[in-house]
Each structure stands twice: as C-alpha cells, then as structure tokens.
C-alpha cells in the first residue's frame, strides 16, 4: 500500500516537472530577437555575437529591373555565401534570412513588379531559389513603402502568392518552409497610403516596425527625436505609429518593433540652442548627419568631460550638445531597454535591431537580450519555489501516509484475538 501511495506521488511529481519546463522552453524560444547584418558593414559575420540573436538578416540583395528577378552585388557574393553557416557556428538554433531592398526612394521597379502576374511570379521564384542557393531559411522584405489604390490590392495579391509558393516549395522539395517577413514604415491617422494589413497579418510570418528614422537632417528645418518612443501631438513617435497599425487591423502578436543602433547630428542656426524643435541648418559631423551607435560612444569619449549625454525618460531618447554648434540624438543602454519592455507590456513579438555591426562590443544587443530574459528569469524563480513547495508538500504527505498505514497496521494486530475453539 505504502509503495503504490509512494509512486503515485512521484508520477505527479514527474508530471509537474514536466509541465513547468515545457512552459518555461515555451517563453524562451518564442520571443523575436533579430538584427540586421548589412554586408557592406566594417565587421565580418564572424564577429557578430550570434548567441544574443534568434534571427539575423541579411541585407541587401536587389530587384533587377528587366526580369524582376533578385540579384547580389557580385563584390558581395562571398558574404552571402557563407553567412548562414558563418554565423551559425556559435548558434546553431539561429535562423537566418534574405533580406530583399524594395528602394522607397525609387520604387518603379518594385511597383512594376507587383502590378503584373508574370512579374510577381518571376520575382517570387528567384526569390525562393536565391534564399535557397545561399543557405537562407528565410526571406524578408525592406524598405517597401505604403501604397494605395490598384498597387496595394496587388501588393496584397503579392504577399499571398508568395506565401502559396513558399509552401508549395517546402512540400515538393520536402524542406523547412521558408519563414517570410517584411519591414513597415510608419502611418498617420491621416494618411491615404497604406499597407495591405490583412494579407500581411495572413501571409507573413511577422512585420518589423521600422521605429526610426522619422526626423532627419537632410530633410527637416528642425531637430527632431529620430527614433521617440513617446511624443506629444504632432511628432512622430513609436508608440503613436504602433496604435495606427493597430486601428488599421494588424495585431500586437505578428508585430515586431525597429531598434536603431544609429543617432542622428544635426547643425544648430543659433549656437547653444540645442533640443528638439529648434531651427537647424542641416547635418551635423558627418556627411548626411547619421552616426553609428559605437562612433557617439567614442565621439563623446574623445571630449572627455567637455561633453555629457543625457536621458529623457518622457520621451525615451539619449542626447548631447556638441560645443554649442551641433545637437545630437540616439538611443543609448536606458532607452533600448525601455523600448523592450515596452514590446513586451503591449504583447508585441519581439524587436529587430539596425543594424549588429553599429553595436559597441554588444552593449545594447546585451542590453535588450537580457530585457527579455529578465521576466523569463523571474519565472524561473518561481517554477523553482514552486517545485521546492510542491515536493515537500509530497514529502509530508508521503510521511504521513507511511506513519499512517503503519500505525493502523500495528492497531489492526493488537485488536486481533482468534476465535476460541
């Protein structure tokens, strides 16, 4: 009696076991951690911290105007080539995608493209054998801007093409699907240009949100916060550009959101007068004013106290003056992990950094990655306590039924007188 009460405890406990790891593997693996790998940047793919990523794309192969197929730059092939298994050596469970440029600042070409059946076809075709021929498991689609009228019914007739293909391709060659993906740009409430939201949400496997980029120094008479988590009415901001593309039917759970590892500087019409909102004459330091993440932390660092970022936890943004002239604006340690917990508070997928190669020795691809881990971690903790609790609640009961049995064994002997001849 006392053995079966024993091993029924076990089984329960086996099974709790079983259960909370299943759930914990469930959290971990479920989350988008992606970045951008851009083959014209000044680190191999050796040198990319793999281990911090679930995906990494790589960007960019193009759109050949004539056949609409997808080409590489031939000064770029080897780094195709060998990306896959390069950067799946320190992490094997990586999934790694083609990254396709629709150019919005030209978009004739693509626009062709989508508004003819063969064209699609073509395209969707060379895309798949392409991805394929470089070892890719998977396709994603950049810098496609909204459309509107007869263009974006086709683009939405081209996503679901596309997916038939991609399905169809895995069941006749007998391979992993290929997963699909594209980038999004920002909407206003009042814009007539749109994305094809329910094909998306249908077709792809997630969209990443392009949450930068929305003040620039070559465009804008004014500072502007690049990449604002959070803005008052009137600027653009992540947040604002989130519950547009919700109101327009796509949801939190396919949503992926941009993190920029990337500042802009801008050159300021009245010395001193820094901040967002004020007049500018155009870019800053470089050429077009951008500024990759780890050139600002050594930029500031050759100034040795002559300059001092600051942080605006209203709106979620890193900033610097520089003597008097030049206003500077990206996001540092504080503000990725805001951002983070911000995807994981409003149920989005995950995050998608642009681009790996402006990191600072990983600070902020650590930075967000342990963001993520760090609810993951709590509920560790928990499952443990949880166990802890539950075997010893098995303990004492396990205890309690051997003292149990036996002392009800020892009464039933002592109570035993045999019948009397």
Not at 183 to 192: C, F, N, R, V
């Amino acid at each position: 009696m006392f053995s079966k009460h024993f091993s029924f405890f076990l089984l329960v406990l086996l099974f709790f076991l079983s259960l909370t790891s299943h759930s914990f593997a469930a959290d971990t693996t479920s989350w988008v951690k992606a970045g951008y790998y851009y083959s014209g940047s000044e680190i191999s793919a050796s040198e990319i911290k793999s281990t911090l990523f679930t995906h990494l794309l790589c960007a960019f192969a193009f759109i050949n105007s004539t056949n609409y197929n997808i080409f590489i730059n031939s000064s770029e092939q080897h780094k195709f080539s060998t990306f896959t298994n390069t950067v799946k050596l320190q992490n094997p469970s990586l999934i790694t995608l083609l990254s396709i440029y629709g150019d919005p600042e030209n978009s004739t070409t693509f626009n062709s493209m989508v508004n003819l059946s063969s064209y699609r076809k073509s395209f969707i075709d060379s895309s798949i054998k392409t991805a394929r021929k470089y070892e890719f498991q998977g396709i994603d689609l950049s810098g496609v801007s909204p459309k509107q009228g007869k263009e974006l019914a086709n683009f939405a007739t081209l996503l679901k093409e596309w997916r038939i293909a991609i399905t169809s391709e895995a069941r006749n060659t007998k391979k992993m699907e290929l997963v699909l993906v594209m980038a999004g740009y920002y909407l206003k409430a009042s814009d007539s240009f749109s994305y094809p939201f329910e094909s998306m949400q249908k077709n792809l496997d997630w969209v990443h949100f392009v949450a930068y980029d929305y003040y620039l120094p070559e465009k804008d008479s004014v500072t502007g916060f690049h990449a604002a988590l959070y803005g008052s009415s009137g600027w653009e901001n992540t947040d604002s550009g989130i519950k547009e593309w919700r109101k327009r039917g796509f949801s939190s759970n396919k949503l992926v959101i941009g993190l920029p590892y990337h500042g802009y500087a801008w050159t300021l019409v009245k010395q001193g007068e820094g901040g967002v909102g004020k007049p500018a004459s155009g870019p800053a330091i470089t050429r077009d004013g951008s500024m990759a993440y780890k050139w600002i932390k050594s930029y500031i660092k050759s100034f040795g106290d002559g300059v001092v970022s600051s942080y605006n936890d209203t709106v979620i943004v890193n900033y610097f003056t520089v003597a008097s002239s030049a206003w500077v604006n990206f996001d540092d340690v504080e503000a990725i992990k805001e951002k983070v917990s911000y995807a994981k508070k409003n149920g989005l997928l995950g995050y998608n950094v642009f681009q790996v190669g402006n990191d600072d020795n990983w600070v902020l691809s650590m930075a967000a990655a342990q963001e993520v881990d760090e609810d993951n971690h709590i509920k560790k903790l928990l499952i443990i306590v949880l166990l802890i609790i539950m075997a010893a609640a098995l303990l004492l009961g396990t205890i309690f039924c051997y003292y149990y049995y036996h002392y009800y064994q020892s009464k039933d002997i002592v109570n035993f007188h045999p019948r009397e001849p």
